[in-house]
């Protein structure tokens, strides 16, 4: 729990350091700490969770909310200096539990954070293997038996415990301007377990403007079903936690937000290469007003005979309803057609 003794409040950080919000940064504040409490008590971050990575701390309210949680490891990632003296102030009055890092998380070396966070490697086969031998120890409720191995001294992480000791949570009222890039910048380290996505079990609780929020989570039936939707359900799942209003934040930006919480799949839908898997849908996605006959079309009028004829043949497999427009298609069933495009060596247009 984090001791407030001698730590100024965050309203009267903003005002000393004349912390005002910069538009080009997307800078809205949330500077009521039952707002925050609120958001970390519904994201479930637990105190043993392995890390805690805060994306844009700003003046560092949720970033207290947060270590009230008692968690043990945090980072926060902020990329405007002016809110460094105050998110180091922070910083020592935790003893080491929340490390700064000045940076921005578009462009941050993920080595960097788990060097702070001193994880520097993550033994992520171990950790599932070891979570595994616990599930079956703990379903055959076997007594006594001390499973937990802890780490071998050379920094490699080798813990179990159900998953949560191999959690990663990242967590951030996240920047507007820069929300979809890097979620899907996260996606795709995700997909390729890479960086602080090494870890076995990832979740992540996320502000985005509501109609990004909306985007996210849209389902095959909704008309908002867009590209970051089939690309983020195709490795998570997507829970929709609440709607924030605009007048929480400081100052207040025009439109709402939402709260998402994704939790990466142990097994994902995409099967595919994520580069190949995002050009198709992209492609699909910049025609969303045509059928999927009309695109097929298109496609088929740029690649050879002999790729046409393969094209036909696999797509009669698949069985989709031509006169259906893209945002009906399924994750899963992206991920079908990429694999038709790569087996059959299929030139995909550019
Ligand atoms: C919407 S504010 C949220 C601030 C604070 N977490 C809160 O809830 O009051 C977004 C924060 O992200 C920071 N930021 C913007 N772009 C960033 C980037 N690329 N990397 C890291 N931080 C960034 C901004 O400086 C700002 O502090």
Redesign the pocket.
């Known amino acids: 729990m984090l001791s407030n003794k001698g730590l100024l409040s965050v309203r009267d950080l903003v005002k000393i350091y004349k912390l005002s919000a910069k538009s080009q940064?997307?800078?809205?504040?949330?500077l009521d700490k039952n707002v925050t409490d609120k958001i970390v008590k519904s994201s479930q971050i637990d105190s043993n969770d392995l890390l805690v990575v805060e994306?844009?701390?700003?003046?560092g309210?949720?970033t207290r909310s947060i270590l009230d949680t008692g968690i043990t490891n945090m980072i926060a990632?902020?990329?405007?200096k002016r809110?460094l003296p105050a998110l180091m102030q922070l910083s020592e009055a935790t003893r080491g539990v929340l490390k700064i890092i000045h940076d921005?998380?578009?462009k941050i070396d993920h080595s960097l954070i788990l060097q702070k966070a001193n994880i520097p490697n993550i033994d992520t086969e171990k950790i599932i293997e070891n979570n595994s031998k616990i599930n079956k120890i703990n379903n055959n409720s076997i007594d006594n038996i001390d499973s937990r191995e802890s780490g071998g001294g050379d920094g490699m992480v080798r813990l179990g415990g159900g998953g949560r000791e191999g959690k990663l949570h990242l967590i951030?009222?996240?920047?507007f301007n820069?929300a979809s890039p890097l979620l899907v910048q996260w996606m795709k380290m995700l997909y390729k377990r890479e960086g602080i996505f090494k870890f076995p079990n990832v979740i992540m609780t996320l502000m985005f403007q509501k109609e990004v929020g909306d985007r996210i989570a849209a389902s095959v039936k909704d008309p908002e079903r867009s590209r970051i939707s089939v690309l983020v359900q195709s490795l998570c799942e997507v829970r929709k936690v609440y709607q924030l209003p605009s007048n929480i934040f400081v100052p207040q930006p025009k439109v709402d937000a939402t709260l998402i919480q994704l939790t990466a799949l142990s097994k994902p839908v995409l099967n595919v290469p994520v580069d190949k898997f995002e050009e198709v849908v992209r492609y699909f996605y910049g025609r969303r007003r045509k059928t999927l006959r009309a695109i097929f079309k298109t496609i088929k009028s740029r690649i050879s005979p002999t790729e046409q004829g393969l094209l036909d043949y696999n797509l009669e497999k698949l069985e989709w309803d031509l006169t259906l427009r893209p945002e009906k298609i399924s994750s899963e069933e992206f991920c079908k057609l990429t694999k038709i495009f790569i087996e059959n060596s299929i030139t995909f247009p550019t």
């Open positions: 940064l997307s800078q809205n504040f949330i994306v844009g701390a700003g003046p309210l949720l990632v902020e990329k405007d809110f921005d998380m578009l951030g009222n996240l920047p820069v």
